[in-house]
């Protein structure tokens, strides 16, 4: 009963070069959540998916950054043409299809983006 | 309004000590408080949580009191060990989306030493 996978763990890209990082829910999860943690700081909220859906993506920032969760296969977060301030650990959550337990929120392990 | 405060910063206690953190929000909407553990290169893990019609909530050794009229709430840890050693995060959220959307405090990093 594998937990909510993510890779690459460490993905390093130059300025302007595009990043993405993969994320697949646990077994019998539809809902993915998106969060990015700078340095010394909190998780902050991005953008919550169901299948093919996006359902709240206010915490995305308008440009470069895009999210999908496609029928078939993991969630996807696209950064295009990175810039250091993107440097982060990226951390996806998932949940079973009705979340009316907020303790079935499960996180996986992040994705520490590094834009040299 | 969507903010949560969280301190200290970082706490060291010795092992056996009782540390305490503490989390100040502004949104009255909120009705959903959990705590998250976080170790080095890990994910956070959820760890208890407490909604605002209890004043506290037990779960082995920790314990989370909450205050509606301040807007406050809490994590203590009894007996620490050097094992807790870790990043502890407090948040909040609100409504049918409970849990979806986090709004997470800054953390604060805890050691316990042996």
């Known amino acids: 009963n594998a937990g909510v996978m993510q890779n690459p763990r460490h993905l390093v890209r130059r300025r302007g070069q595009e990043a993405r990082l993969r994320c697949s829910p646990m077994?019998?999860?539809?809902?993915v959540y998106w969060y990015r943690q700078l340095p010394e700081e909190g998780l902050k909220f991005m953008v919550y998916l169901q299948k093919e859906n996006i359902i709240d993506e206010s915490g995305m920032p308008k440009e470069r950054f895009s999210a999908e969760f496609p029928k078939e296969g993991p969630s996807i977060l696209r950064i295009q043409q990175v810039v250091r301030g993107d440097s982060a650990a990226y951390f996806c959550?998932?949940?079973?299809?009705?979340?009316?337990?907020?303790?079935?929120?499960?996180f996986g392990s992040g994705t520490q983006l590094s834009v040299l | 309004q969507q903010q949560v405060k969280q301190s200290p910063q970082s706490l060291i206690v010795q092992k056996g000590g009782i540390p305490i953190i503490n989390c100040a929000y502004e949104n009255t909407a909120f009705d959903y408080f959990p705590w998250y553990q976080q170790f080095p290169g890990k994910g956070p893990a959820l760890l208890i949580a407490i909604r605002p019609d209890v004043s506290e909530k037990k779960e082995g050794r920790f314990t989370i009191s909450f205050n509606k009229s301040a807007k406050q709430f809490s994590l203590h840890i009894m007996d620490s060990q050097p094992g807790d050693s870790a990043t502890y995060f407090c948040?909040?959220?609100?409504?049918?989306?409970?849990?979806?959307?986090?709004?997470f405090g800054e953390g604060t990093q805890l050691t316990v030493n042996p």
């Open positions: 948040a909040a959220s609100r409504g049918e989306t409970s849990g979806s959307r986090l709004t």
């Open positions: 077994k019998g999860h539809s809902h």
């Open positions: 959550a998932s949940s079973p299809q009705i979340l009316d337990f907020p303790e079935k929120l499960f």
